[in-house]
């Protein structure tokens, strides 16, 4: 799922990131970037450092949980 559209996920797949954090990257109108998913945890930290392991900077990234869908 990493790699993915937040928006192209399945209704199985946004099921099993319920309660989990998602990190993409902060939008900005100079870098407009795609709004795909860079990291999947059970919390930011998790996320964080999964960012860094790719050598990414996690300041650049936003972190949400993934709510249940609504059937």
């Known amino acids: 799922m990493v790699g993915r ?3 192209s996920l399945t209704m199985k797949e946004q099921l099993a ?3 989990k954090f ?3 990257e902060v939008y900005l109108p ?3 970037p795609a709004r ?3 990291a ?3 919390s930011p930290a998790d996320c964080i450092q999964q960012l860094s392991a790719k050598g990414l900077n ?3 990234f936003e972190f949400r949980p993934v709510r ?3 059937l």
């Open 5 to 7: 559209m937040p928006d």
């Open 17 to 19: 990131l319920a309660g």
């Open 22 to 24: 998602i990190a993409m």
């Open 30 to 32: 100079e870098t407009q």
């Open 36 to 38: 795909k998913i860079a």
């Open 40 to 42: 999947i945890g059970k």
């Open 58 to 60: 996690p300041g650049q």
């Open 68 to 70: 249940r869908a609504m």
